[in-house]
């Protein structure tokens, strides 16, 4: 029998043990679920609904406490948030991803500090949700280039908010999301202590409701009445992670080459309509075409068999020491011709950043071998019919990289990508939502052509029209809308997102300003 201590009853036992825990491990335990459920809205899970939640559990973490706190409580909910999210880095090593982790939850201990500052002002949902804007600019842009990946924007590929995209890009879709979460935050804080029905709480509901809904009616534009038919091919690679070019030389190359006769093939049969144009992946050839003439031959061979060009992926040599990742076209007749650089590197991937420190620090670092230089131009090459607008994989979650495309004339999209290192992790899915979203923000039919998976067609509505498993070869040919009119998103550029960088700061000035006066 238990013993029941004088003064105390059984209803408010419960209550008494959970006045003892410390409030800073409630709200500890708070900031780590909404990093947790913000990771839900992400692909492969992809529930959107999830952002606004997640956004609104952090903003409720953070209310009411002193800056010193909300960096701790802004880090862990960052943490607790990328550490899932970004759990496709862990092929290249843990350490990596951990430090990678460590490093980008940094920002979000910044957010949070200037978030509870700004919540002692009038309007702080507004402000918080600029904020957002500015740690996600911030994140895109620090260090060595910055790391994009994992914005609020990015989990909503496909969603009542991915119609903002198209009025201001990226950054207007995480602000809405944010705006959402924080507006949700304000109701609970304004309800929790006393239920009541005002102008205040109406207000914040009524526009908790209104945010998504108005993303709903964005209007996009229309279809133009043109269309381009592009064979898309995915030729598999014969290793898994580091090692997906396995020991035997040219076997990437020859399954993207096979591919496209099994193509050809089809399309004499009748099984497929005949292409304008075919897309291989990014280094869909393993060895340099301009210095092999085997890699001339296979690729050339492909190009006379299907009887069109096509957009290879090579990496391409220059000099002793460097390298270039390459979109290049190949025409059935006259060979290799126009191409693109990439121009947005990856770090510690494509190149070594501070090499003589890095390679000290870590042999790990030598894995990169020869150093990739960027291109200096956008990727608009005519092909056949049409002028393709050339991403290559990272790129595709860089805002400026895409606009640049698409203002040079790009149209429709081709995100030329490999993730064999990644294969069967939540990078292809995650990648893959960037493609929706881009679709949108500018109106322009995407191709993504991967050695690996996921492949896929993406209207410009952001619907998945087709997309290929991972892992296996696949090829097909579908028919896209060339769209040439642009969204207000392509007109403005950046205008929006500095818009709401400078309500944010402006904000977070005011309230250290009011502070020190206080």
Known sequence: ??????????????????????????RLAGSVAGGLVLFLAFPPIGWWFCAPVGVALLALALHGVRVRRAAWLGYAGGFAFLLPTLAWVRPIGDDAWLALVGIESLFW?????????VMRLRLWPLWVACL?????WARGRFPVGGFPWARLAFSQGRSPYTGFAALGGAPLVSFTVALTGALLAYLVIRLVPRPRADRVVAGTVLGAIAVPVLGLAV??????????????IQGNVPGRGMDFLGDEPAVVLRNHADETHRL????????????????????????DPYQSEFAREVIDSAAKDVGVPILVGAVVNIGADHRVTRGLVWDPVTGP??????????????????KDVMLALSKRAALVGRQSLPGDRPGALRMGPVTVGTVECYEVAFDGVVRDTVEAGG???????????YALTNLPPQQLAMSQLRAVEHNRAVITAATTGISAYVDPAGRVEWRTPELVPGMTVVT???????????????????????MGAGAAAAAISWRRKS
Request: with cysteine; net charge neutral; hydrophobic share 45%.
């Open 109 to 117: 201990a910044g957010l949070a500090c200037a978030a509870v500052l």
């Open 264 to 287: 050809a093939e089809a399309v004499r049969a009748g099984k497929l309509p005949r292409p304008d144009i075919v897309v291989w992946p990014e280094n869909s050839t393993d060895i």
């Open 132 to 136: 957002w804007v500015l740690q996600e």
């Open 219 to 232: 209007p996009l534009p229309g279809d133009e009445g043109r269309t381009v038919r592009i064979g898309v």
């Open 480 to 502: 896209v809308p060339i769209r040439t009119k642009n969204t207000l998103a392509s007109e403005v550029g950046a205008l929006p997102e500095w818009t709401l960088i400078l």
């Open 337 to 354: 011709g126009a191409y693109y650089d990439k121009r947005q590197l990856v770090p510690f991937g494509e190149y070594t950043p501070f």
């Open 1 to 26: 029998m238990a013993l029941k201590i004088a003064g105390e009853s059984p209803s408010s036992a419960p209550a008494a043990r959970a006045a003892r825990v410390p409030h800073a491990l409630v």
């Open 411 to 421: 149209t429709p999209l081709v995100v030329q990508t490999n993730n064999a290192t």
